[in-house]
């Protein structure tokens, strides 16, 4: 593996952890990170997690945007 590779997967990580970080400060259920890198070229982690209605969960995807904007620009 060389450093672009290993760089790629330190990001993947970083953004990932960062999803995990908004959606638990807003109370998201049953969070789980799945690495998914060996089985699709479309993502390396797929963050998934649960609300209790529309609302709440319209506002997970509010805070995950805005958190990851303002953590990793």
Known sequence: MNENEKLQQENARTLAKT?????????AGEVKTLAVASKT???DYFV???GTSSTH???LADETEFHVQETLG
Not at 19 to 27: G, I, N, R, Y
């Open 48 to 50: 998934v997690a649960t």
């Open 41 to 43: 070229v479309l993502a």
């Open 57 to 59: 969960i319209r506002t």
């Open 19 to 27: 999803v995990v970080e908004a959606l638990e400060s807003k109370k």
